[in-house]
């Protein structure tokens, strides 16, 4: 039987949802007509949170495994502003698959649904943990903020979902 470990958890497989979601994102855009005009800067912007949401992922892990070893203020800091920082990628990635999926290609329009669910949830899950690793914080409200912005981004672009 493998050894018990604390990590990966639920912060760095949100981030891995959120990176799926913002690659799906752009994928969908890049299928936008060839005069939508924001088609680059979607692409691009999606691109860039993708990799920055997947080195959530890795700074997640070590966070919470140095956590579990030490619960220093340092340590607590970290688990903290690594999910607050995925809540608020996550919103941007949804809103940016809620445009894709009003704007874009109709033909695509599920995948930037889809990738607008999937940020959502991964926003969710940021804010969760915020709330659970520091209560009575500002972070909380800022980031169940970022949560319902990317929920409602969400339902938007499943309006789209032929």
């Known amino acids: 039987?493998?050894?018990?470990?604390?990590?990966?958890g639920g912060g760095a497989v949100g981030a891995i949802v959120a990176s799926l979601a913002a690659g799906l994102t752009a994928m969908a855009a890049r299928f936008a007509p060839d005069e939508w005009e924001p088609r680059a800067?979607?692409?691009?912007?999606a691109e860039e949170l993708r990799v920055r949401v997947e080195r959530l992922a890795d700074a997640d892990a070590e966070a919470y495994g140095a956590f579990m070893?030490?619960?220093?203020?340092?340590?607590v800091e970290r688990i903290v502003a690594?999910?607050?920082?995925?809540?608020?990628v996550a919103a941007e990635v949804a809103e940016l698959a809620a445009?894709?999926?009003?704007e874009g290609n109709s033909n695509v329009s599920g995948d930037a649904a889809a990738a607008?669910?999937?940020?959502a949830a991964a926003a969710s899950i940021g804010a969760r943990l915020v709330?659970?690793?520091a209560a009575g914080d500002a972070r909380v409200a800022q980031a169940k903020a970022h949560a319902e912005r990317a929920a409602a981004a969400a339902h938007w672009a499943g309006r789209f979902d032929a």
């Open 1 to 8: 039987m493998p050894a018990r470990t604390p990590a990966p």
């Open 116 to 119: 607008g669910d999937l940020a």
């Open 131 to 133: 709330a659970l690793n």
């Open 69 to 75: 070893a030490e619960r220093s203020p340092e340590n």
């Open 82 to 88: 690594i999910p607050f920082e995925l809540a608020e």
């Open 41 to 45: 800067e979607v692409v691009g912007r």
């Open 99 to 102: 445009l894709v999926a009003g």
